[in-house]
């Protein structure tokens, strides 16, 4: 079954970060460069030392692709729909390779543009 998600990622303590305990979880509050207040989630990293985890700002998609393999790809969008278009382009492409319509090797060289340049509105 194809998806998207956002991937979750660990970052660095932010250097002015202040550590809360809220329901149990330890959390990092911070200001960002805008100096909005930012609250996410304390991990420890692989060596010990302390990490934020955040989700990613953009959709990521896992499919299988023509071959059988599960695949993840960016779509490089931050909408779940338009994320969920670009996900759908990837399914038709490896049904295409898996009917046979298409051969892998024809199909890793017509690759369409990156999501980001596809789904643009044009300016007026």
Known sequence: MASVYRKTVTRNLPADAELITRKGEQLACWRDRSGKRQTAPVVEGRNG???????????????????????????????????????????????RVRSGLVSVGDDATNRPLPASHRHRRPRH
């Open 49 to 95: 030392s302390l990490r934020i985890r955040t989700e990613a700002g953009t959709f990521t998609a896992k499919y299988r692709d023509g071959s059988g393999i599960v695949q993840e790809s960016a779509t490089g969008c931050r909408d779940k729909t338009a994320a969920q278009a670009v996900l759908r382009d990837l399914v038709a492409r490896a049904e």
